[in-house]
């Protein structure tokens, strides 16, 4: 899993670990196809399930509006974007040793 790459899905912002939603949410779906038949059960997509139960394990930060969801503006050589995803409460759930900030991202205020 690359971490802080163009591509990633896994980056570190604001000292922590930020996970792009859905994207990190379809490839576990897609790498664990017992999934999609607990999301069927549930009525929901395969990702959309898996993101509920993540949300339930509470293992990240939410925005002080109660919001799970962070957005991040990347700014790169030739574009800029915005992604959003959450922000892990501890790094150390994914990382035994935290990787420096990515100096492409920002988190955006009120997001």
Known sequence: LLINDAKALVHTV???????????????????????????????????????????LQLHRKQPNGLNIWTCEVTGPRKSRRLHGYLLNSPGEIFEQLPANNPYLKLTEGT
């Open 14 to 56: 604001a000292d922590t670990a930020y996970l792009v939603s859905p994207g990190v949410f379809q490839r576990y779906a897609q790498e664990h196809p017992m999934a999609a038949k607990q999301a069927k059960e549930a009525q929901l997509a395969d990702w959309q399930w898996v993101q509920k139960r993540f949300e339930r």
